[in-house]
C-alpha cells in the first residue's frame, strides 16, 4: 500500500516538474523546426498544426511527406498541375524546414505548369493561357516567397526566385537583387555572383553592373583560375569599359 | 544496498534470452530489406533519392525497435510468471527493483544491438548511394568537373556523410528508451501480453498529440468545455512528449539542431525513464505474484 502511495506521488510530482520543462522544450524545437516564428503568418502556423497533427500519429512525419512528394511526381507525369500544387503545399506543410520541397514545388508549377498552359493549353485563345500561364508562375512565386521565412540562412530559394524573376518574368531587376541575396549566403555558389552582374546588365542598369563587376575584382588580388571565374568576369568589365565610354585613365583594362 | 552484479547478471540474461527468440529476427531481417531496398529510389533528384532514403532506413530502425521493445518488454513478466521462472529468481537475493532494472538494461542492450547493426548496413547503404550518385558526375567530367559540378558532388558527400545522422540515431535511441521503459512499467501491472502491448501503443501515438494537448489544455486554442479541459490536462500529467524526438525529422532534412536542442532532450529521456522505472519498481513490489 505504502508502495502505492509513493508511486502515486511520484507520478503527481513528475507530473508538476515535467510540464514546465516540456512547455520549454516544445518552445525550442518550434524555434528549431520553424525558424524565428514571428515571420510565420498565424495563417501558415494554423495550415501547419493541422497538417504535422496528420502524421503525428506514430511519428513518421517524414515518410508521409515523402509519399506526398512521390505523389506530387506522379501528379506531374500526368500534367494534373492543380494536383501538384495540393501535394507541393501538404508537403512543406508537413516538413516546412526541407528546401527542396519549396523549390521544386515552385519550380513544378512556375516552370513546367505555366509552360503546359502557355503551350498545351486546351480552351481559351492566346490571352487565356497567357493568363493562366502567369498564374502558376505567381503561384510558384508565392510558394518561394514563404519558405524563405524558414530557410533564411540558405541560398537555395533565393537563387530559385532570382531564376523565376529572370527567367518567367523577365524582371531582371528583382533577379539581380535576389541572386545578390543568394550569393551572399554561406555555402552559395560562387556563379551566383556572376548571375547578379549579368542581371543588372540585362536591366540596362549597365552603369550599376560596371560599379558591380568592379567592385567584385577590386574586392580582392587573387584573379587566379578558381570557381570565381575573374576571366568571364574581366570580359564583362571590358566589355562594359567600351559600352559605357569609360575614359582611358578611369578604365580597369586599359589595353 | 543494490548489487550491480545481480542487475548485470539479470540484463545478461535477457538479453540471451531476447537473442533467442526467432521473431526477433524475422523482424530484423524484414528491417535489413527495407534498409537495402530503401536504396531504390531512383529517377528522382540526388536531393529527394537521399531524403526518401533516410526517412525511410530511420523508420525502418524506430519501428524495429518499437517492436523489439514491445515484443519482449511484454513478455518481461508475464511470462516469467507462466514460466513460474520469476520465483527461482526472486527466491534468491534478488530485490524486485534489481529485477526491474536488470530486465530494462538486458532490454536496452539488446535495442542497442540491433540499433548499432541496423546503422551499420545504413552506414553501406548510404556509402553505396554516394558511389553511385557521384562516379556518373565524375564520368561525365572526364575527372575534371566543372563548377556546377563540384557543387553537386560537395552537396551529394555533405547528403551522404552527414554527421548529423549521428545526432538522429541518438534521438531516436532515447525515444525507445523512454517506450521501453512504458512497456516495463505496464508490464508490472498487468498479466496480459496483449494488454501491454495495446497500452503501450497506445501511450506512444497519444504521446506524439500530447503537445497539442497541453496547448489546447493551456488555453492557447481558446476555451474548451471543463471535461475536454480535464481529458487534455490528464494526458498532459501522464503521458510523455514524444515530439520532442521529432527534431530527428529535422536532422534527416538536413538542417542543424544545436548540440543543446539535443542535450535537453537527452537529460530529459533520462530523469523521463528513471521515473518511469522508479514507478516500476515501486509497483512491482508490492505485487502478488
Same mark, same amino acid.
Given at each position: 500500500m505504502n508502495c502505492r502511495l509513493a508511486a502515486?506521488?511520484?507520478?503527481?510530482?513528475?507530473?508538476?516538474?515535467?510540464?514546465?520543462?516540456?512547455?520549454?522544450?516544445?518552445?525550442?524545437?518550434? @524555434?528549431?523546426?520553424?525558424?524565428?516564428?514571428?515571420?510565420?503568418?498565424?495563417?501558415?502556423?494554423?495550415?501547419?498544426?493541422?497538417?504535422?497533427?496528420?502524421?503525428?500519429?506514430?511519428?513518421?512525419?517524414?515518410?508521409?511527406?515523402?509519399?506526398?512528394?512521390?505523389?506530387?511526381?506522379?501528379?506531374?507525369?500526368?500534367?494534373?498541375?492543380? @494536383?501538384?500544387?495540393?501535394?507541393?503545399?501538404?508537403?512543406?506543410?508537413?516538413?516546412?524546414?526541407?528546401?527542396?520541397?519549396?523549390?521544386?514545388?515552385?519550380?513544378?508549377?512556375?516552370?513546367?505548369?505555366?509552360?503546359?498552359?502557355?503551350?498545351?493549353?486546351?480552351?481559351?485563345?492566346?490571352?487565356?493561357?497567357?493568363?493562366?500561364?502567369?498564374?502558376?508562375?505567381?503561384?510558384?512565386?508565392?510558394?518561394?516567397?514563404?519558405?524563405?521565412?524558414?530557410?533564411?540562412?540558405?541560398?537555395?530559394?533565393?537563387?530559385?526566385?532570382?531564376?523565376?524573376?529572370w527567367q518567367r518574368l523577365q524582371d531582371y531587376n528583382r533577379a539581380a537583387e535576389y541572386y545578390l541575396l543568394a550569393a551572399a549566403k554561406p555555402g552559395a555558389p560562387a556563379y551566383l555572383e556572376r548571375f547578379a552582374g549579368r542581371a543588372l546588365e540585362e536591366a540596362g542598369r549597365k552603369q550599376d553592373?560596371?560599379?558591380?563587376?568592379?567592385?567584385?575584382?577590386?574586392?580582392?588580388?587573387?584573379?587566379?583560375?578558381?570557381?570565381?571565374?575573374?576571366?568571364?568576369?574581366?570580359?564583362?568589365?571590358?566589355?562594359?569599359?567600351?559600352?559605357?565610354?569609360?575614359?582611358?585613365?578611369?578604365?580597369?583594362?586599359?589595353? | 544496498m543494490p548489487s550491480l552484479d545481480r542487475i548485470l547478471a539479470i540484463a545478461r540474461n535477457t538479453l540471451t534470452e531476447s537473442l533467442r527468440q526467432r521473431v526477433l529476427y524475422v523482424v530484423l531481417l524484414f528491417a535489413l530489406v527495407m534498409l537495402g531496398g530503401s536504396n531504390f529510389f531512383t529517377r528522382f533528384t540526388f536531393q529527394e533519392e537521399f531524403k526518401f532514403l533516410k526517412d525511410l532506413a530511420y523508420a525502418a530502425i524506430s519501428m524495429t525497435g518499437l517492436l523489439v521493445a514491445l515484443m519482449s518488454a511484454a513478455q518481461l513478466i508475464p511470462a516469467e510468471m507462466e514460466k513460474r521462472t520469476i520465483y527461482t529468481v526472486l527466491s534468491k537475493p534478488v530485490r524486485r527493483y534489481e529485477f526491474i532494472l536488470g530486465k530494462y538494461l538486458g532490454l536496452m542492450a539488446l535495442i542497442t544491438l540491433l540499433m548499432v547493426v541496423m546503422s551499420a548496413v545504413f552506414a553501406v547503404v548510404l556509402w553505396s548511394k554516394e558511389v553511385s550518385q557521384v562516379s556518373p558526375i565524375l564520368q561525365a567530367a572526364q575527372g575534371h568537373p566543372n563548377e556546377e559540378q563540384w557543387q553537386a558532388i560537395r552537396e551529394i558527400r555533405a547528403q551522404a556523410y552527414?554527421?548529423?545522422?549521428?545526432?538522429?540515431?541518438v534521438l531516436l535511441w532515447a525515444k525507445l528508451c523512454v517506450v521501453t521503459a512504458l512497456s516495463v512499467l505496464f508490464s508490472t501491472v498487468a498479466t496480459s501480453t496483449v494488454f501491454i502491448v495495446c497500452m503501450t501503443l497506445l501511450v506512444y501515438f497519444v504521446g506524439h498529440l500530447q503537445s497539442l494537448a497541453r496547448e489546447i489544455w493551456l488555453g492557447r486554442a481558446g476555451p474548451v468545455e471543463w471535461y475536454k479541459k480535464a481529458l487534455l490536462g490528464t494526458v498532459s500529467f501522464l503521458v510523455p512528449d514524444f515530439q520532442n524526438y521529432s527534431l530527428i525529422d529535422e536532422v534527416i532534412a538536413g538542417n542543424r539542431i544545436p548540440g543543446a536542442v539535443t542535450l535537453q532532450v537527452l537529460v530529459y529521456t533520462f530523469f523521463y525513464t528513471m521515473v518511469l522505472l522508479a514507478l516500476s519498481a515501486l509497483i512491482f513490489e508490492d505485487r502478488e505474484l
Open positions: 502515486l506521488g511520484l507520478l503527481l510530482l513528475w507530473g508538476g516538474v515535467k510540464l514546465p520543462w516540456e512547455k520549454s522544450l516544445a518552445a525550442q524545437r518550434e @524555434r528549431v523546426m520553424y525558424g524565428a516564428g514571428a515571420s510565420v503568418s498565424p495563417q501558415l502556423r494554423d495550415s501547419l498544426g493541422q497538417g504535422l497533427s496528420m502524421a503525428a500519429l506514430g511519428g513518421f512525419r517524414g515518410v508521409a511527406a515523402n509519399f506526398l512528394w512521390i505523389s506530387l511526381t506522379e501528379a506531374w507525369q500526368e500534367r494534373q498541375w492543380s @494536383r501538384v500544387q495540393t501535394y507541393a503545399e501538404l508537403s512543406v506543410l508537413l516538413q516546412p524546414r526541407v528546401v527542396f520541397f519549396w523549390e521544386m514545388g515552385a519550380w513544378n508549377l512556375a516552370w513546367n505548369a505555366s509552360m503546359d498552359a502557355q503551350y498545351n493549353g486546351r480552351t481559351g485563345g492566346i490571352s487565356s493561357r497567357n493568363r493562366d500561364a502567369r498564374m502558376w508562375v505567381e503561384a510558384g512565386r508565392d510558394l518561394l516567397e514563404r519558405g524563405l521565412s524558414f530557410h533564411p540562412e540558405k541560398y537555395n530559394l533565393y537563387r530559385a526566385l532570382g531564376d523565376l524573376y553592373a560596371y560599379v558591380y563587376w568592379k567592385t567584385l575584382w577590386l574586392g580582392t588580388t587573387d584573379h587566379g583560375p578558381g570557381p570565381r571565374r575573374w576571366d568571364v568576369i574581366e570580359k564583362r568589365i571590358r566589355k562594359l569599359e567600351t559600352e559605357l565610354n569609360i575614359p582611358l585613365e578611369k578604365k580597369l583594362f586599359p589595353r | 552527414d554527421p548529423g545522422l549521428l545526432q538522429a540515431a
